[in-house]
């Protein structure tokens, strides 16, 4: 059975760094795009980044774009999120999502994921 496991959330100040790992069990990051999206409370939920299966292909949302970093880990089987030079509205829960795929693919949008994690609590105040 596939599933991945957010870790890594927490409180950090303006301007510090927070780094997000999604462990995958049941399968190798190698045959999956994984992507990360938030939801902050009253807001809609939005893409942050994804990455393809080999990590030929990243995307970014405009408002991380040169603060956060996307990678993948294929000896530990963990996908990461560096967040850098955070700020209160990267506040949020923080989802990794998986697809498997056979293509240099990824996606910023909710639905083309198969699978979904639990989420890890991000949050960004002084």
């Known amino acids: 059975q596939l599933q991945f496991v957010e870790s890594g959330g927490g409180l950090v100040q303006p301007g510090g760094s927070l780094r997000l790992s999604c462990l995958a069990y049941g399968i190798t990051l190698d045959s999956i795009a994984i992507g990360w999206f938030r939801q902050a409370p009253g807001k809609e939920r939005e893409g942050v980044a994804c990455?393809?299966?080999?990590?030929?292909?990243?995307e970014y949302a405009d408002a991380v774009q040169g603060r956060f970093m996307i990678s993948k880990d294929l000896a530990s089987n963990k996908a990461f999120l560096q967040m850098n030079s955070v700020r209160p509205e990267d506040t949020g829960v923080y989802y990794c999502v998986a697809r498997r795929s056979h293509t240099e693919m990824c996606a910023m949008s909710w639905d083309w994921y198969d699978y979904w994690g639990q989420g890890t609590q991000v949050t960004v105040s002084s």
């Open positions: 990455i393809s299966r080999s990590g030929e292909t990243t």
